[in-house]
């Protein structure tokens, strides 16, 4: 429904199970905005003047969903570039659309504009902080966040660190907080004691898509990067690179979290299988 109630969208199914995108108002009453290409859609957000729709729909060559927006009638398909890509949410000008993937081949989010287009939100959801140099280093963090008008979900030991800052965006860390995937502007911060405690940590809460350590200690890197059981391991770099097009594999079809049979960002190779053929003339095997 459109925020002023005078719209209201849906969608229903013609012609044997083709989708079709409809709308009602009280002038036109009710209206078929046409074909949505899939033969199962879903409408989940309208901007509050009721000009765009968001959602998602199957592809009917492939199967796979994708994300769709609809402009006063007009269907613009949008592949986010991984497996599938459902709409779910629409702000309320209409100009920023977001949305999740497959959990099982891309647990990332997204967001649109028509500014930046399509960008991954799986991005930086919780950092741990070394006790030695959280003092000095999560105030310096903090502000670079801020200026990002990032909220810090904080631990009790990183926000007694922080809470001077009356102009920081802080919030006690709950227990949900530590493994959750924001999709928002939002960090959880942890200052921890050990490596080890931070390796138990992400044991505990890694999603298994990426993870990384920042770290001028090189035998720290190398257990991270032994220990960790992730899709993607980093030393020193941004977990942004977790990206099929980044790895040398073209176009990314998804990002697998599972260990078989292929795991990580996949391309073509990735979803192909193979068989055995075997010519002969008779011969068994003793």
Known sequence: ??????RIVGLGW????TAHAFQWDAVN???DLGSLGGQSSRANGISSDGTVIVGWDQDPSTGWWRAAKWVNGVEELMAPGTYCGAGQGVSSDGTWIVGDNHPDYNDDGWRWSNDTGFVS???LDTLLVHADIAETFLPEMAEELAKANVEMHCDERSLAILKSNTSLKLVPAVDDDW???????IAAVKVVDSLDEALEHVERYTSGHSEAIITEDYSAAI?????VDAACVYVNASTRFTDGSQFGLGAEVGIS???LHARGPLGLKELTTYKW?????GQVRP
């Open 29 to 31: 009453g009710m209206v």
């Open 179 to 185: 493994g959750k995937e924001f999709l928002a502007l």
């Open 1 to 6: 429904m459109s925020g002023d109630g005078t």
């Open 223 to 227: 257990r991270f990067l032994d220990e």
């Open 121 to 123: 939100t799986g991005t």
């Open 14 to 17: 013609v012609n044997a199970g």
């Open 277 to 281: 053929v075997i010519f002969g003339n």
């Open 257 to 259: 979290t599972q260990k």
